[in-house]
């Protein structure tokens, strides 16, 4: 495990910021950060801007302010992994490997701005992974289940919910075995809810992050009005949801979050913003300033970004379908955010032939 604790101070001085930080909680190495910090932003540089306003309010109370470390005891945690490994080996004799891990993180946050005000947060991480290896005649395949969110530990011993991903590593593992090669071509590709809205999150949601529409630098730069997507596509980043890994009581300027409409009806409606980026673009912060730790600067960055539930029931959508790719779950992709295009591989992935869901895909790449 790692402790680390320290401050942050910036600068701002029109586009320029000046940043330092110290790993020393104490009044004399914040007043040195402070005049470093100045220091940097007002080197070359006479502008002045006035940030965008952070008005107190009242935070939200998305979470707990326990220590998830502190959750389970050490013999619990090693208890519950054996179970993992138990649970699926018990699944299928073609496993051959497990391998599980939990992981937790306990952040305290004070944010103070230029304006005087104080913000805290306590923010509680967790997560389980468990990977697998099955064999069969030969064949070798792998997968990868897991999830957590801004609770406990123990929240993994209710309804088993740490063994229920066990069983899903092992599922799409054995569905692997049987898998044919994707076939190449263009085609309608049916993207399933939950995991494949990293997908919307790489493709669209980093692109309409503040700082890349304010440099010009994104595909959806200067578009606000106009129509980006297919009528009936509305997205929205929400900070606001109850235990989500994206959420937050606040953000990391002390901003409260709350849920932006990027795209409305197929119509670009707004990008997510910080305080710095909103000024220079003579908006108000979304609450979307994220930063890594205390020795980072703020950007404008993603919460919990994802496409409302549209008008037809997932059947229609296949039924509609004569020949094309569902694709349940994604390995991992990458995207230019300037041009828009983008690649990614699935790791779960079906052929639909007349309306119907027949045989499972592998090595499905979407262009």
Known sequence: YSIEQGVGVRSVCGEKTGFAYTDEISL???????????????????????????SPAASNTLYGVGDPLRSLSEQDKIDLLHRIDARARAMSPHVQQVMANLMAAHEIILVVDEQGNLRADVRPMVRTNVSVIVARDGQTESAMAGGGGRFDLDWFLNEDKALQFADEAVRKALINLDA????????????????????????????????????????????????????????????????????????????????????EDGVLKGYMMDRQNAALMNTQSTGNGRRQSYAHLTMPRMTNTYMLAGQYDPQEIITSVDKGVYAVNFSGGQVDITSGKFVFSTSEAYLIENGKVTRPLKNATLI
């Not at 402070?34 to 502008?47: D, L, P, V, W």
């Not at 959420?247 to 002390?254: P, Q, T």
């Open 28 to 54: 004399p190495a914040l007043l040195d950060s402070a005049t470093a910090a100045r220091a940097i932003s007002r080197a070359g540089q006479s502008g002045t801007i006035r940030m965008a306003k952070n």
């Open 180 to 263: 044919q090669a994707a076939p190449a071509g263009s085609m309608t590709v049916v993207l399933g809810s939950g995991w494949p809205g990293v997908l919307l999150h790489e493709a669209i949601g980093h692109g309409l992050e503040g700082d890349f529409n304010r440099k010009g630098t994104s595909a959806f730069s200067g578009r606000i009005g106009e129509q980006v997507a297919a009528k009936g596509i509305t997205v929205v980043d929400d900070g606001t949801l109850e235990k989500r890994r994206g959420s937050l009581n606040m953000d990391d300027e002390g901003v409260t979050t709350n849920c932006t409409t990027l795209i």
